[in-house]
């Protein structure tokens, strides 16, 4: 099921273009997470001033993966724009799939994208996505039952003392979890999570012949501490949610501890929304003792235009605008400097309307340190911290979050978890010719 909308501007250049012709419409498919819900509220101003109109299909994290994946590879034409990420963009143009940005007007700043995100979505220098938010990971807290727990939270904390909090800010009686965190199947939502904690904990996918590496200590040591953690202190149920059944939790003051998206710092801090928006602290993300990677992931949500739209001229004119400075300064004028998409622009951070909000500095902090060029403490063959950046990694990480999800489901152990990861990895790289 999903969202299906479309947002018309007023008046008669909504309808009529130079005089005649009937407004075009470009069909644009999103995730349905806040900033995007956000992004479609504001589309009035798109259409006003350039006559087109929108509409959006709105999805689901996973299902949209699926949907833009299936469209783009092949040749459906259901869309005009895709939000797509860091782990697409790059193959993606490189297979010619997505039309390149590299004529983008002078007044957008491309050099103004932090050099992170711009680097993350594009292929061979070419710009193939522009960013609407970026992000990477960083441990949300509640600083009132770390008070009360008699602990102090450190900028750079430690897995041991993230359990140990964990256990103390457990209150079952009264609904309250120490941790949350994504259990939920899927490459790019649990299956996000437990990759970046197994980097903090010395692991890694592949070694450098692309053997998988599951039947490694340090994947049995991550995988172990997870489920134990979450066991102890984590939500019940939590093998089925993601981002969005974690933000709720948050919100709604059931969760002491979340490491999860930088992007989330706007939402559970507004009052309208979150029960404990003046009780939240922020940290990096933690790292196990004695390793120096942190679960620090980097990642984008961006817009960009398949190859073969018969309505590019249309489509780069809304990838100009929902990406601009002039978008950051249209939502701040709308929600405050505190709701506008973050992690994109240098200027953002530079402006002390919005540098001085409390989650921003820790946010640039958490984005600077990720290095998808040297994810992890021993060498890989790859790029991307939470991904990695081959074409079959995306079908070979969802059938692993599966048998993860089960373990947190307690529908099987650790280790039979990960000798199924071990060997379906291993088969799968095997038939696609890599080893």
Known sequence: ?????????????????????????????????????????????????????????????????????????????????????????????????????????????????????????????????????????MLMYRTDLMEKAGLTMPEEPTWEFIREAARKMTDREHGINGICLRGKA?????????????????????????????????????????????????????????????????????CGMWMDATVAASFVTNPKDSTVADKVGFAMAPHKEGVSKKANWLWAWALAIPAGTQKEDAAKKFIEWATSKDYLALVASKEGWANVPPGTRKSLYENPEYGNIPFAQMTLKSILAADPKHCCEKPVPYTGIQFVAIPEFAGIATEVSQEFSAVYAGQQSVDEALAKAQALTNDAMEAAGYR
């Open 186 to 254: 899927g490459w790019g939502e649990g299956g996000a999570v437990i990759t970046v904690v197994a980097n903090s904990f010395g692991a890694r996918w592949f070694d450098m012949d692309w053997n998988a590496q599951f039947d490694t200590p340090e994947w049995k040591e991550a995988l172990t501490f997870f489920v134990d953690m979450m066991n102890e202190s984590g939500p019940e149920g939590y093998a089925t949610n993601g981002f969005n059944e974690n933000l709720s939790l948050f919100q709604q003051g059931k």
């Open 1 to 137: 099921m999903f969202l299906k909308h479309t947002i018309r501007a007023v008046g008669a250049a909504s309808v009529l273009m130079a005089g005649t012709a009937m407004a075009e419409t470009i069909t644009i498919a999103t995730v349905n997470n806040g900033d995007m819900i956000r992004m479609q509220g504001l589309t009035d101003d798109f259409t006003k001033k350039t006559g087109i109109d929108v509409e959006w299909v709105t999805l689901e994290e996973n299902v949209l993966r699926q949907r833009v994946t299936t469209d783009i590879s092949t040749k459906g034409g259901a869309f005009d724009i895709m939000t797509i990420g860091m782990y697409e963009t790059p193959i993606w143009g490189a297979n010619g799939w997505l039309v390149p940005l590299d004529d983008l007007p002078e007044s957008y700043d491309v050099e103004d994208i932090l050099p992170a995100m711009r680097d993350g979505l594009s292929h061979d220098g070419t710009l193939y996505a522009a960013p609407f938010y970026g992000e990477s990971s």
